[in-house]
T-cell receptor, first 113, second 112 residues
Framework: NAGVTQTPKFRVLKTGQSMTLLCAQD?????MYWYRQDPGMGLRLIHY???????AKGEVPDGYNVSRLKKQNFLLGLESAAPSQTSVYFC????????????FGPGTRLTVL | SQQGEEDPQALSIQEGENATMNCSYK?????LQWYRQNSGRGLVHLIL?????REKHSGRLRVTLDTSKKSSSLLITASRAADTASYFC????????????FGPGTRLSVLP
C-alpha cells in the first residue's frame, strides 16, 4: 500500500517549456487535489477533482491544467512554464465523505529558470 | 485568501517543554484539522476536531476549538526533538464544492 505517490521528485525547466506531474493513489479515494507550497504562504489549491472525469479550479488555477482520466491518477500540466511557477507541488487525496482527511504525496520540487 | 492563520510563525523550545500553536479562521467550518510537515516531506494528518467538539486528545496532542472566537489551539506536551516540524491548521467547510484552506503554518524547533 504505497498511499500517494508523485513523479518526478525534482525538475528544472526553462521558461516556456511544458511538463506534466503525475499523482497516483491506491486508496480508492474519490477526491484528489493539487497544491503548491511557497515560503510563508502555506498550501494553495490549484485544481481538484471530485471523481473520475471531473476537475475544478481552486484558488490559483492560472497557468495549469489537470486531467483525471482514471480514478487513481491525477495529472497536473504546465503548458508554458514561467519563473512564478517555481514551487513545491503536492498532490493529496481524500474520501468524499466523513472527515475528508487528506493524504499527501512527498512533493515535486520544480524550478523554472 | 487564506482562512486559517497560525500563530506564532515560529517557535523554539527546549526538549521536555510544552508547545502551543494557535489557529484563527474566518468563516463557518464543519471541522478543523491539524497537519505536520517534516522538512522536505508531505503533510501528515495529526488530529481532527469537529465543530461541535471543544477539546480532543491524541497521545501527547491536545486540540481545542472555540467556534465563537473562530480559533483553535494545538498543544504538544513533553516535546521531543522529533517533534521539530511545521504545523498547519486546515479548515474544512464540509460543503460540496468548498475545499480545505490551509494556514501558513508554525515552524516548531525543539532543541535537545
Amino acid at each position: 500500500n504505497a498511499g500517494v505517490t508523485q513523479t518526478p521528485k525534482f525538475r528544472v525547466l526553462k521558461t516556456g517549456q511544458s511538463m506534466t506531474l503525475l499523482c497516483a493513489q491506491d486508496m480508492n479515494h474519490e477526491y484528489m487535489y493539487w497544491y503548491r507550497q511557497d515560503p510563508g504562504m502555506g498550501l494553495r489549491l490549484i485544481h481538484y477533482s471530485v471523481g473520475e472525469g471531473t476537475t475544478a479550479k481552486g484558488e490559483v488555477p492560472d497557468g495549469y491544467n489537470v486531467s483525471r482520466l482514471k480514478k487513481q491518477n491525477f495529472l497536473l500540466g504546465l503548458e508554458s512554464a514561467a519563473p512564478s511557477q517555481t514551487s513545491v507541488y503536492f498532490c493529496a487525496s481524500s474520501q468524499s465523505q466523513g472527515s475528508r482527511e487528506q493524504f499527501f504525496g512527498p512533493g515535486t520540487r520544480l524550478t523554472v529558470l | 485568501s487564506q482562512q486559517g492563520e497560525e500563530d506564532p510563525q515560529a517557535l523554539s523550545i527546549q526538549e521536555g517543554e510544552n508547545a502551543t500553536m494557535n489557529c484563527s479562521y474566518k468563516t463557518s467550518i464543519n471541522n478543523l484539522q491539524w497537519y505536520r510537515q517534516n522538512s522536505g516531506r508531505g503533510l501528515v494528518h495529526l488530529i481532527l476536531i469537529r465543530s461541535n467538539e471543544r477539546e480532543k486528545h491524541s497521545g501527547r496532542l491536545r486540540v481545542t476549538l472555540d467556534t465563537s472566537k473562530k480559533s483553535s489551539s494545538l498543544l504538544i506536551t513533553a516535546s521531543r526533538a522529533a517533534d521539530t516540524a511545521s504545523y498547519f491548521c486546515a479548515t474544512d467547510p464540509g460543503s460540496y464544492g468548498q475545499n480545505f484552506v490551509f494556514g501558513p503554518g508554525t515552524r516548531l524547533s525543539v532543541l535537545p
